[in-house]
């Protein structure tokens, strides 16, 4: 069975998480946060500690582990009842983070749109990240060195997924609006679907 499937896109900072926690609010829709599934995982799995091994040096995690991860998580959620792949579209964010990733996840994903939040001004981005590390804990969105060499792997690794998935599934949304107005672009194309 292929998972329906809404892909967030975008840069570090471009609203990813923001759009997909609303999104997984409404009936029918099932965000899932590639970052929250390493987040939760158990570091004394053999995955685990996998993950644990490159994250600890500030690398990404390789396409098999990531996947493997994935799918774990959203076969966990399935038998929890949260996730219920006949009547609810995936939300994904983080997740394809590359062409290798997609090509990996075709066979389990009909992708019915990938929302390129596209966030020109990279000063706000980095500014977003800052705050996020604030409010959040996350270290990771503190440093500028650490959030110039995310945004470099996002342009050089991550971007070109957008060519994998063709302009007949992008949709470029503006996210240097307010999250309401970025939402309320991104439903009006959920709706014709």
């Not at 929890?80 to 990733?101: M, S, T, Y």
Request: hydrophobic fraction near 40%; proline fraction near 4%.
């Amino acid at each position: 069975m292929k998972y329906r499937a809404f892909l967030l896109f975008g840069a570090p900072g471009s609203g990813k998480g923001t759009q997909g926690k609303i999104l997984g609010t409404i009936p029918g829709f099932f965000h899932m946060a590639c970052g929250d599934v390493f987040r939760s995982m158990n570091l004394s799995s053999e995955v685990g500690r996998a993950f644990l091994e490159y994250s600890s040096k500030g690398q990404l995690v390789p396409d098999d582990v990531t996947i493997l991860l994935w799918s774990e998580y959203l076969e966990k959620m399935i038998a929890l009842g949260r996730f219920k792949p006949e009547i609810d579209h995936l939300v994904l964010d983080g997740i394809p983070r590359n062409v290798h990733q997609s090509e990996m996840l075709e066979d389990s994903l009909e992708v019915k749109k990938v929302f390129h939040l596209s966030c020109p001004d990279r000063a706000k981005l980095v500014e977003r990240l800052q705050r996020r590390a604030l409010k959040e804990n996350r270290i990771d969105d503190a440093n500028k060195e650490l959030i110039e060499e995310r945004l470099k792997i996002y342009e050089d690794e991550t971007k070109p997924v957008l060519e994998f998935y063709g302009n007949d599934l992008i949709v470029d949304i503006d996210a240097s609006y307010f999250p309401y107005e970025v939402l309320r672009d991104i439903l009006q194309f959920v709706e014709t679907n």
